[in-house]
């Protein structure tokens, strides 16, 4: 993997720290995953990683304890994300020309939660696969369950349900690999509870 991608993590990271708890978890759990489940033949990684690097630093601009639920919060973290986004890679040196394009995925990546699939997205439908399995990881369940005030087996539903309504809306699995681990972090979260 290309050393701008650590570097571009480490410019974030203090971003991170000023957002929600657990969130540099669940950054560098998508640095090490995404690259496990689709090979740079398959997208961009000049946009994917930086995408998958930079979709939430947003939150440290947004009031603390506010619901990540919460549309107005889910707007104002991607558009706050895409300004901090666009000075990262620009202080980095990074290709002018993917910039834009970063920073219109940063933007435009919760857009689900208004309904849009990225049908036409193969960067952000990858890229949202990984960030909905998140909530499936040890530390990202636990994190959710604190979001959604519920126990395990009730917070398991809510995932069944949220996978469901995602397949509903037209989201797919960017790859069979992908919907493999699904099936795999679900299977050791039952087991776990």
Do not use: C
Request: charge should be neutral; proline fraction near 5%.
């Amino acid at each position: 993997m290309k050393k701008i991608y650590s570097s571009i993590l480490e410019q974030a990271i203090p971003f991170y720290e000023k957002g929600r708890e657990r969130d540099v978890a669940h950054v560098k759990w998508l640095f090490k995953t995404i690259p496990k489940y689709v090979r740079p033949d398959e997208l961009d990684y000049d946009i994917l990683m930086p995408v998958a690097i930079l979709h939430d630093v947003g939150y440290s601009a947004v009031p603390k304890g506010a619901s990540p639920l919460n549309l107005d919060i889910r707007k104002l973290h991607s558009e706050e994300g895409a300004k901090i986004a666009g000075k990262i890679l620009s202080k980095l040196d990074y290709s002018k020309e993917k910039i834009p394009e970063i920073e219109k995925l940063v933007l435009k990546h919760d857009n689900w939660a208004f309904g849009d699939s990225f049908r036409d997205e193969p960067i952000l439908s990858a890229f949202n696969n990984f960030d909905f399995l998140w909530v499936l990881s040890p530390d990202g369940f636990k994190s959710y369950q604190q979001i959604l005030e519920k126990d395990a087996p009730n917070t398991i539903m809510r995932i069944e349900e949220d996978q469901k309504a995602n397949l509903d809306r037209g989201m797919k699995w960017f790859n069979d690999r992908i919907e493999k681990f699904y099936n795999q972090l679900l299977s050791e979260r039952k087991k776990m509870h």
